[in-house]
Structures are given as structure tokens and as C-alpha cells.
């Protein structure tokens, strides 16, 4: 009875120190997108376009080269209430490329990519999903 006791008690300890590293490694990975994409994901959903607008770096390719003062036209067809729908549900994938991270979410046709502009993240680029 001791030794099932003991071989419990060494399960039990070894599981905890798995979970306590995968937390640690977890941690450490953390790059602060998830912060970033709560954020951008509550601004899409409340129609606030003054934030979305701030998380996009400029100039961004939409069908054009476009600057902040063509915001709206962005708005009108990249957030369209399908568009916040879907991005509402996107879990976004990471890529990492030649060291670069990004992460993307797919909507219908539109990919939208995130990447980091200095410490921050933003919403950089545009894509046709393929």
C-alpha cells in the first residue's frame, strides 16, 4: 500500500512539473498578440472604427495604396458585417518567416496579416484568399 501511495505521489509531483514548464514555455512564447487581438477583435465588434483605423499601419495595400483619410472606403469593404462576424469567431494562425512573425485570419476572400510595426502590433496587410 505504501509503495502505490509513493508511486501516486511521484505522478502526481511529476505531472505538476509538466504543467508548471508548459505554463513557463508558454509564457515565454507570449508575444503579445493575444493582447492585441482581444483589443482589435472588441473594436470590430463595437463598430468603433476610430480604433480599428489606429490599428492598421499605414499606408496599407486595399485594392490601392491607401493612407488613414481613406479609412472609410477600407471599412466599407474589408469590415463589412460578414467580414466582423467571421472575425469575431478567427482564431488567427502564426507564421513565422526568416524570423519575421505574423499572424493571419481568414474571412471569405480576405486574409488580413498582422504583423509588428516597432513594439506594437497592427494590422498590415491585405490578401485574396486563393
Do not use: H
Request: proline share 2%.
Amino acid at each position: 500500500m505504501n509503495s502505490i501511495g509513493s508511486a501516486i505521489a511521484k505522478g502526481l509531483f511529476l505531472a505538476g512539473l509538466f504543467i508548471s514548464a508548459g505554463s513557463a514555455l508558454a509564457a515565454k512564447s507570449d508575444d503579445g498578440f493575444a493582447a492585441f487581438w482581444t483589443k482589435f477583435k472588441a473594436a470590430v465588434d463595437k463598430s468603433d472604427q476610430k480604433a480599428v483605423s489606429q490599428m492598421i499601419k499605414y499606408p496599407i495595400y486595399y485594392n490601392d495604396q491607401r493612407q488613414v483619410d481613406d479609412f472609410p472606403l477600407i471599412w466599407k469593404g474589408a469590415f463589412t458585417i460578414a467580414q466582423r462576424n467571421c472575425l469575431a469567431k478567427e482564431k488567427p494562425v502564426k507564421d513565422t518567416n526568416e524570423g519575421n512573425v505574423t499572424y493571419s485570419a481568414f474571412c471569405g476572400s480576405l486574409i488580413y496579416v498582422f504583423g509588428k510595426d516597432g513594439a506594437s502590433w497592427k494590422l498590415t496587410d491585405f490578401a485574396e484568399d486563393d
